[in-house]
C-alpha cells in the first residue's frame, strides 16, 4: 500500500494567515491527491482533487500543487471557518490511503 | 444534494458482528458514475478504506479486513450496509460511508458524518 505522510500533525496560526500542508508518497505518482477538510461531528469535505483542481463551491483560497512524492495544500488568507483538520488521499493506487490529518487552530 | 447517513449500533460485544447502513438522499445509489463505500478512523488515527460495492453488485475490500467484511447494496430502500464479523477491540473506530467517483482521479465527493462504534463487552 502507498503510505501518505502528512505534515505538520498540528497547526497554530491567525486569521489572515497563509497557511501550507505538506503530503509526502511513499512512491511517486503525478496527479492522483486529493485532499478534505473535517470539522468536528461533520462529514469530511473534498476541497481539491487531480492534486491541484479545485472542487466545486470550494473557495479560491484552497489550491493545490505538487508531483511525484510530495503534495502541498495552501490557504492563502484564513478565515475563521477554516479552522478545522485536513488530510490528503491518494488514489493512484488501491487501496486508497490518507494521511494522518492535520489539525489547524486558531493562535 | 447528496447526503449520506450511518445508522448502527454504537456498542458491539467482542466475537459478535458489527453491522451498519448507510442511507442515500438526495440522489439514486443505482447511478453506474459511483460506487459507495466505507471507511474507519480508530481514536487518533488516519482513516482507513474498509471496502466498496458499485451498482452491480461487484465488491472490493481491505486485504487486511477482506475475511471478515461484507458490503451490500439495497437499491430499493437507496441504502447500502457493511458487516463486519468477530469483532475485536481493535475494531473500535468512527465508520463513514462515502461515495464515490468511478471516473480518474477517483475522487470521495460525498460522505456520512460518521458513527462511533465501540467494541466492548
Known amino acids: 500500500d502507498i503510505q501518505m505522510t502528512q505534515s505538520p500533525s498540528s497547526l497554530s496560526a491567525s486569521a489572515g494567515d497563509r497557511v501550507t500542508i505538506t503530503c509526502r508518497a511513499s512512491?511517486?505518482?503525478?496527479?492522483?491527491v486529493n485532499w478534505y477538510q473535517q470539522k468536528s461531528g461533520d462529514a469530511p469535505k473534498l476541497l481539491i482533487y487531480a492534486a491541484s483542481s479545485l472542487y466545486s463551491g470550494v473557495p479560491s483560497r484552497f489550491s493545490g500543487s505538487g508531483s511525484g512524492t510530495d503534495f502541498i495544500l495552501t490557504i492563502s488568507s484564513l478565515q475563521p471557518e477554516d479552522f478545522a483538520t485536513y488530510f490528503c488521499?491518494?488514489?493512484?493506487?488501491?487501496?486508497?490511503?490518507f494521511g494522518q490529518g492535520t489539525k489547524l487552530e486558531i493562535k | 444534494q447528496v447526503q449520506l447517513q450511518e445508522s448502527g449500533p454504537g456498542l458491539v460485544k467482542p466475537s459478535e458482528t458489527l453491522s451498519l447502513t448507510c442511507s442515500v438522499s438526495?440522489?439514486?445509489?443505482?447511478?453506474?458514475?459511483?460506487?459507495w463505500s466505507w471507511f474507519r478512523q480508530p481514536a487518533g488515527r488516519g482513516l482507513e478504506w474498509i471496502g466498496r460495492?458499485?451498482?452491480?453488485?461487484?465488491?472490493n475490500y481491505n486485504a487486511s479486513l477482506k475475511s471478515r467484511v461484507t458490503i451490500s447494496l439495497d437499491t430499493s430502500k437507496n441504502q447500502f450496509s457493511l458487516k463486519l464479523n468477530s469483532v475485536i477491540a481493535a475494531d473500535t473506530a468512527v465508520y463513514y460511508c462515502?461515495?464515490?467517483?468511478?471516473?480518474?482521479?477517483?475522487?470521495?465527493?460525498?460522505w456520512g458524518q460518521g458513527t462511533l462504534v465501540t467494541v466492548s463487552s
Open positions: 438526495g440522489g439514486s445509489i443505482s447511478s453506474g458514475s459511483y460506487y
Open positions: 512512491q511517486t505518482f503525478n496527479g492522483y
Open positions: 488521499q491518494q488514489s493512484y493506487s488501491m487501496p486508497p490511503t
Open positions: 460495492i458499485y451498482t452491480s453488485g461487484s465488491t
Open positions: 462515502a461515495r464515490g467517483d468511478t471516473r480518474s482521479p477517483f475522487y470521495f465527493d460525498y
